[in-house]
């Protein structure tokens, strides 16, 4: 019974723990949006930069702020992937059977062949996803 609530609290710390990531993840894009015009303007405000015309500050801007955001997602699916091949590394049993192909821990696995000795509750976790079941 101590394994089930230490699962189900562990469950909801991860589910809270996501939403949080979730929220982060946006501030992220919304900060990866501005702060190039915020940088530009800042600097067109200079006394050096007043005879500016203002036509130049959206050629700056938009260009910069692409780069920002494409420099974003490259950042993301090279971490995604990392994470992917780390997470494989450390358990690839856990996420794959190579005899049937199906995604699932290996007390499931030893369940479904027939081991009825096995842990009476499993743990599935997979990459943004926790299930627990027994």
Known sequence: ?????????SKKISEASKRDSSTLKSLTVL???????????????????????FWLYW?????????????????TLHRQRWIAKETTRMDPGLYSDSSDGNTHGG??????????TAAALTITASPGKVAIGS
Request: aromatic share 12%.
């Open 59 to 75: 050629v700056i801007t938009i260009p910069l702020t692409l780069v920002t955001f494409g420099s974003l997602a490259m950042w």
């Open 1 to 9: 019974m101590l394994n089930i609530s230490v699962a189900m609290e």
């Open 31 to 53: 900060t990866a949006l501005f702060f190039p015009a915020t940088f530009i303007a800042a600097l067109f405000a200079l006394p050096n930069f007043t005879s500016t015309p």
């Open 107 to 116: 007390a499931e696995r030893d369940l479904e062949n027939g081991d009825h």
